[in-house]
C-alpha cells in the first residue's frame, strides 16, 4: 500500500536560513503529492501541490518538485520567516490518501 | 465564509461514553473528509463523503466508529464507546469537488478519553 516518510522534527533554524524537509512516497501508479502547514492553533492548510512528474508546486516562498525517479518531494524555502513556525506534512493521494507524521518547524530571529 | 466550523473544540470524556463531533462545511462545497491527527500515526483519513454519500470509509478504525451526512451542511462524527486510544486531534475538511480540489480544514476537535 502507499506510504510516506518524512523527515523527523523537530527542526529549528534562524530567521532567513534555507530549509528542506524531506519527504520520499512508496506507490503504485502515479498518485498526487501534497505539502499541508498546520500554523499554531489552526485547522490544516493546503500549501502546495503536484500532480504528475516534473511539476514543481509553489506557495509562499516554497517549492517541492515531484521527483518520480527517486520517488521524492522535498519541501524547499530559500529564507525561512519567523511566520513560518508550523507543522508540516508530506500526504499522497492515490485513491489511498496518506499523511506523513510531520515535521515541526521553529524559526527564531 | 466563515470557514469549516467544527464543534466542540475540545471534548474530555470517560472511557465507555458516547463523543459526538459536529462539523459544518464550506457552503457550496459538495465533499467533506474527517480525518485524525495522533503523535503515533500522524494525520489519517477516516472517511470522505461526496454529495452526502459515504465514497470511502476504509479509513475508519471499527465498528465504534461512524459518521453521517445528513445534508449538506452537517456531518457528524461518532464515537460510541469511546476508549483512552481514541484519544487525538480528530480534522473536518471540505472541498469545492473531490479530494483532487483544495481540502479546507477547520480548526479540530481535541479529544481526551479518561
Known amino acids: 500500500g502507499n506510504s510516506v516518510t518524512q523527515m523527523e522534527g523537530p527542526v529549528t533554524l534562524s530567521e532567513e536560513a534555507f530549509l528542506t524537509i524531506n519527504c520520499t512516497y512508496t506507490a503504485t501508479g502515479y498518485p498526487s503529492l501534497f505539502w499541508y502547514v498546520q500554523y499554531p492553533g489552526e485547522g490544516l492548510q493546503l500549501l502546495l501541490k503536484a500532480t504528475k512528474a516534473d511539476d514543481k508546486g509553489s506557495n509562499k516562498g516554497f517549492e517541492a518538485t515531484y521527483r518520480k525517479e527517486t520517488t521524492s518531494f522535498h519541501l524547499e524555502k530559500g529564507s525561512v520567516q519567523v511566520s513560518d513556525s508550523a507543522v508540516y506534512f508530506c500526504?499522497?493521494?492515490?485513491?489511498?490518501?496518506?499523511f506523513g507524521a510531520g515535521t515541526r518547524l521553529t524559526v527564531k530571529p | 465564509d466563515a470557514g469549516v466550523i467544527q464543534s466542540p473544540r475540545h471534548e474530555v470524556t470517560e472511557m465507555g461514553q458516547e463523543v459526538t463531533l459536529r462539523c459544518k462545511p464550506i457552503?457550496?462545497?459538495?465533499?467533506l473528509f474527517w480525518y485524525r491527527q495522533t503523535m503515533m500515526r500522524g494525520l489519517e483519513l477516516l472517511i470522505y463523503?461526496?454529495?452526502?454519500?459515504?465514497?470511502?470509509d476504509s479509513g475508519m478504525p471499527e465498528d465504534r466508529f461512524s459518521a453521517k451526512m445528513p445534508n449538506a451542511s452537517f456531518s457528524t462524527l461518532k464515537i460510541q464507546p469511546s476508549e483512552p486510544r481514541d484519544s487525538a486531534v480528530y480534522f473536518c475538511a471540505s472541498s469545492f469537488s473531490g479530494k483532487e480540489e483544495t481540502q479546507y480544514f477547520g480548526p479540530g476537535t481535541r479529544l481526551l478519553v479518561l
Open positions: 457552503s457550496g462545497h459538495n465533499s
Open positions: 500526504a499522497i493521494d492515490n485513491n489511498d490518501m496518506r
Open positions: 463523503f461526496n454529495n452526502n454519500v459515504p465514497i470511502d
